[in-house]
């Protein structure tokens, strides 16, 4: 079962009296495995695709389906149900929550999901121990350096055991180094649970560590 | 929710400005409310104390019982009343009084009675009195002989009573015969013969409708009395029912203002937070679980707000000089408490429709 099926997706906003075409018939097929790198200048409309297939926006037109789960005409209650238990997001700018540890920003997606207090522990520190964050689990945000919260956010989007991982720019506050270290660790860490993921970047260097890429400029996806 | 209690133990300081705010409003609420406490028990005691249903005052007092007077046969016409158990006849007199012939005065009610009042024995020997122990304040200890009024009539404290003062002087309880004669002395205009009382406490049938009797009373009396159940009559004690609506005016302006403190703090923290709530969202939190956090962190602050805020009207209590009737009753504590919280509730809510408009997509774009 593929991870994702978008098929004829629009996505329209209204500005004043004129329709802005965000997204236009947008197809696409993830694996169930697969990492799709997703490039496009500002404005492309990449992120729009991206919170489409995360839930977080509905479409105009056409079809969404997320682990076989039809979303695009679900209401906000049940994308908030589907967003928690279906996927997983790594923020640009990370997002962890300030005042929480590491291991506990983790276990925020568990709590909201009212999953096993003890098995939700249990994954937390197996996610942290693989995440080379076994003995910083206690440590808040800003004692941890940004690797190492980028490390946590993946953690966090992982927590849930999800269908498909949405990540948004993970390299755009990162110098060269920096961001391919960054990859490399989220392409691994997808990878060994052999779950699907996006990644979208305007960064055609970091391209090589998906196992496609798909173009995308002015709303339309290259063919 | 865990996320907003782990919040508050972590940055507790973010809350200080709220919880300072909340804390001085829940002292003003307590000592106002210890203040109105104060003036109606200190106003009200003989009346509250009272064991009877009813009483009954002649009708050109306008309820006012230093101005009644009731003699033996408007008594008897009450006495034989369908549903009348028992009557006791009641008179006071406001004095001053110096102790053991010093030259301090203070202030007392002295209240003639026949009995019935409650937590009070059956009236003292002649010359003798039960004091309240509110005029303890004052320099009485229990064997002090106070002059009272104009001449000096002595009267011996036998005993210690509570909570039967009149329009906040303290009560020395007597038999009639010393009541008149302190009344003979202080008023001389106004003095009356025995058997004759301002006002009378009247018991009814365990099965009589009060308001059913009291309403015999004036017909067979003819009109000549006023019989007002015990709560009438202190609703016509003069000055309770002003200070008590208007206390409760400043109580319930109070309580919204610290409901406009918890609702602008957290819709300003809410402002605040919008990019850490759009990023909740975005992970699968709901309005509602975001919402519950603000409210517990509303509660919470507002409890801790409360227990500070008790700790430093408890202290000020202390330190208020005897002459303030300030009384901090456990029932106003508690009234105080449920209604902050109450108002906790309704300020965190009013953050509901900003949290509700927190676009999850917000977190991604």
């Known amino acids: ?223 | 929710m865990r996320i907003a209690v782990r919040e508050l133990l972590r940055r507790p300081g973010r809350f200080a400005v709220a919880g300072s705010a909340l804390t001085l409003l829940v002292v003003l609420l307590l000592l106002l409310g210890g203040l109105l406490d104060g003036l109606y028990l200190g106003s009200t005691g003989l009346f509250r104390q009272q064991e009877s249903q009813l009483v009954a005052y002649s009708a050109d007092s306008r309820d006012a019982i230093l101005r009644s007077r009731l003699d033996e046969d408007l008594r008897s016409e009450i006495d034989g009343v369908d549903g009348v158990e028992a009557t006791y006849g009641v008179g006071v007199t406001l004095v001053g009084f110096r102790v053991d012939g010093g030259d301090e005065m203070g202030d007392a009610t002295v209240i003639g009675y026949e009995g019935a009042i409650s937590g009070v024995p059956e009236p003292p020997e002649p010359g003798e009195a039960y004091a309240d122990r509110r005029l303890e304040a004052e320099g009485v200890e229990v064997g002090d002989t106070l002059e009272l009024g104009p001449e000096r009539v002595p009267v011996t404290v036998v005993d210690w009573v509570d909570d039967v003062a009149y329009l906040l002087q303290g009560g020395l309880l007597v038999e009639p015969d010393t009541w008149r004669e302190v009344l003979a002395s202080a008023r001389p205009d106004a003095s009356l013969p025995d058997g004759t009382f301002q006002m009378i406490a009247v018991g009814t049938d365990a099965d009589a409708d009060p308001e059913q009797v009291a309403a015999a009373i004036d017909d067979a009396t003819g009109g000549a009395t006023s019989t007002l159940t015990i709560d009438d009559a202190i609703a016509a004690l003069p000055g309770v029912d002003e200070q008590t609506s208007t206390f409760n005016q400043i109580i319930t302006v109070t309580f919204v203002i610290a409901g406009l403190v918890v609702a602008l703090f957290f819709a300003f923290v809410t402002v605040e937070r919008t990019a850490q709530y759009g990023v909740l969202k975005a992970i699968g939190s709901s309005s509602g679980q975001i919402l519950a956090g603000l409210v517990t962190q509303a509660v919470v602050v507002t409890a801790g707000a409360f227990a500070l805020g008790g700790v430093i009207a408890l202290g000020l209590a202390r330190i208020v000089p005897p002459g303030i009737p300030l009384v901090l009753e456990p029932s106003r504590a508690l009234f105080v408490a449920i209604g902050m919280l109450v108002t906790a509730v309704l300020g965190g809510s009013l953050t509901l429709r900003r949290v509700i408009r927190i676009d999850p997509a917000s977190a991604i774009s």
Do not use: C, W
């Open chain 1, 1 to 223: 079962m593929p991870a994702l099926e978008m098929t004829d997706v629009r996505k329209t906003y209204r500005s004043g009296d004129t329709e802005v075409m965000a997204l236009d018939r947008a197809s696409l097929t993830l694996g169930d495995d697969e990492i799709l790198a997703l490039v496009g200048p500002s404005g492309s409309g990449k992120t729009t695709l991206l919170s489409i297939a995360g839930g977080l926006l509905t479409p105009s037109d056409g079809s969404v389906v997320v682990g076989g789960e039809e979303i695009s005409s679900l209401d906000a209650k049940a994308l908030t149900r589907f967003r928690r238990d279906k996927v997983g997001f790594v923020f640009q700018s990370v997002n962890l929550v300030p005042f929480l540890t590491a291991r506990e920003n983790l276990l925020v997606v568990a709590e909201m999901g009212r999953r096993d207090a003890k098995e939700s522990r249990q994954r937390a520190d197996t996610l942290l121990d693989e995440l080379d964050l076994g003995d910083r689990g206690g440590n808040l945000p800003n004692q941890l350096s940004g690797g190492e919260r980028q490390r946590v956010a993946i953690g966090r989007a992982l927590m849930n055991e999800p269908a498909l991982v949405l990540i948004d720019e993970p390299t755009s506050a990162l110098d060269t180094k920096l961001g391919e270290q960054v990859m490399e660790l989220i392409t691994n860490e997808v990878k060994s649970r052999s779950t699907a993921a996006i990644i979208v970047t305007h960064d055609t260097r970091m391209t090589h560590y998906a196992d496609r890429s798909v173009e995308i400029s002015d709303g339309v996806l290259a063919a």
